[in-house]
């Protein structure tokens, strides 16, 4: 088995209130939280020199090759935030929790596993 070590940024993210959310407009969260993905999660991870390394269903964990990409990744994600719940009800609106970490990370095909 091939396995690579190397140090890199780690940024997870999670939907809070995800169970509300699902609970009160199940069809509907999804249908957003898909168009967040597509429209804003994914492009500011490229754009930020990133890699989507694991979906948890609400939830994501994404490398960077340093600190900055990824944190300038999620104050961007956080700003589209922002302007897509604008005009939507409080109740309704999404938002993520966000860790970020520098970490030994080692890379097993088709799993990654760390310390840091």
């Known amino acids: 088995m091939n396995q690579t070590r190397r140090l890199a940024a780690i940024l997870a993210a999670d939907v ?9 407009d199940e069809g509907g969260t999804l249908q957003r939280l898909k168009a967040i993905r597509d ?4 492009p500011a991870i490229a754009s930020h020199h990133g890699r989507l390394v694991k979906t948890t269903g609400d939830g994501f964990l994404v490398e960077f090759g340093s600190v900055i990409d990824g944190l300038r990744c999620a104050t961007a994600v956080q700003a589209g935030m922002a302007e897509r719940n604008g005009p939507l009800p409080r109740t309704s609106a999404s938002s993520f929790a966000w860790a970020s970490t520098s970490a030994t990370w080692w890379s097993r095909t088709p799993t990654y596993s760390g310390m840091g």
């Not at 809070?16 to 009160?24: D, K």
């Not at 429209?39 to 994914?42: S, V």
């Open 39 to 42: 429209e804003l999660i994914d």
């Open 16 to 24: 809070a209130g995800y169970s509300r959310l699902i609970g009160a």
